[in-house]
């Protein structure tokens, strides 16, 4: 029986593990975060109106889809994208595992690797999130483990499961499609071919893209989706950006300057402004990829790094790894020029290629260890998977019972026939009294209080925007306070019925 247990595929046994991870989840569900409810009013326009409609909705619709296909079971919207997403991690543990095994299979290592992601702080965070970039992840690193797969046997299935894969990420996020076109070309560094091998390979590999993307554009035809139009609009949400001119107008560089360096040094600085707001760029790019890697990960990298003796990895593999990285940074790094924002999430599949390295690098030091040394070195190991573990999966974050109290309320205390404006997405859907929640504004403005009528409830979260515009007199003569929860003293969500004077 011992045997038998040691005969079960790592990567087995990582997933149900996971699996587990992600019930737990499932069983203590927090407040949904804000993404959430459009994915969940989308799920609920596809369900009533259709796939057609449900794009129109939203452009990455797909995601949403999912989780409605999953709610035919009878579970509710958000326990189903919980379900969903459960899925992917499954996958994207499965594909990591598998990535190492091609690296090395030792069981030793599987096992390492496995722990490795399954405590990763900063990708374990999401998995009471609604997002989905768990599944761009997920296909992106499965995607590249069958990449991996093709060049060492260069059978069809597995480019048709390269090509199938990314093209799938693509309707989770369209960053995909770079990977999709650009990791190929890592076949022409691959030296185990000769340079018409690679070129063959390269070219049989791009006709199967080709094929593939034919294939699935003719199927969402069939679907009633015209691809062209979709993605003239997937460009015109970020058409704006695009048009916006790096540098700035004079007036706009008098102002920043003034409040950057004061009245007078502005008049020597000011033409520096846009050196400064790139180098500004710079430091949240760096930021962000810092906050995604995780401090406990980035150590052991670093450690690896400078590391007196390297380990030495088969170029075949680490090259496509490194395409990931390289793209994703270029992708990264080309977002934040013409958005001006970023997230530590559109890093974490540059982070997930980074953290291939770290189970390689522990498992190196440890073999140079000797005997007499090694169990500090595995007590020390223990106490490092630890410390991720709590990071991981123990939530140091401020609960909000106040939402919930607030909702309550409303329930109780007002008027059926009153309509409900507020800035907060859990009150907008649970107090029912929103239909459009998924279209909620993070601050109140006096046009949306002015909007509305006599009798209405006015839920307030005081955000510092928020706070401002209630206080303005033109504003607070015109509602009436009711109440405030968690209380008066400290005011969280604010209660108030517009009244006509």
Known sequence: MQNDWRQIDIRWLAVIASLAVSVSTLLFQGEPNADAYTYVRTAEIF?????????????????????????????????????????????????????????????????????????????????????????????????????????????????????????????????????????????????????????????????????????????????????????????????????????????????????????????????YIELFLLVGLAAILLANLFNAIGGPYLTVLLLGYFSKKRMSLERHITTPVIFYILINALILTAFLIITRFLSSRYAMLLCIMLVVFVPLIIQHFYSAIKEPSRRKAQLAFAIFLSYCAIDSYYSFGEEKPYITDSIEWIRENTDTSAKLLTNNHSIAYFSGKVSEYDQVQRNLTEEAIFATGVGDTIAAELTFETKQTLEKSSVSRKIEFLTAFPNEKNQRIVLYKRVNL
């Open 47 to 271: 369900l009533s109106d259709g796939v057609v409609a449900a794009y129109q909705h939203y452009f990455w619709a797909t995601y949403s889809i999912l989780i409605a296909a999953v709610s035919w079971f009878g579970i509710d919207l958000f326990s189903a994208g919980l379900l969903v997403n459960s899925f992917f991690y499954a996958l994207l543990v499965f594909a990591f595992i598998s990535i190492i095994r091609e690296i090395d299979d030792s069981r030793p290592l599987l096992l390492i690797a496995a722990i490795i992601l399954l405590v990763y702080p900063q990708l374990n965070e999401y998995r009471n999130s609604i997002i989905r970039d768990i599944g761009y992840w997920a296909l992106s690193v499965f995607a590249l483990w069958q990449y991996l797969l093709f060049t060492r046997t260069q059978l069809t299935k597995h480019a048709l499961c390269y090509c199938g894969s990314l093209l799938f990420a693509a309707a989770f996020r369209v960053e995909a499609l770079a990977y999709l076109i650009l990791t190929p070309f890592s076949l022409l560094l691959d030296i185990r071919f000769e340079p018409k091998i690679r070129k063959k390979l390269l070219l049989k590999l791009g006709g199967i893209l080709l094929t593939t993307a034919i294939f699935m554009s003719l199927c969402l035809a069939l679907m009633g989706l015209n691809i062209a139009n979709l993605f003239i609009e997937f460009i015109s949400v970020y058409q704006p950006f695009i048009e916006a001119k790096f540098t700035l107008p004079e007036e706009e560089r008098a102002l920043l300057g003034s409040l950057l360096f004061g009245d007078h040094a502005t008049l020597y600085s000011r033409e």
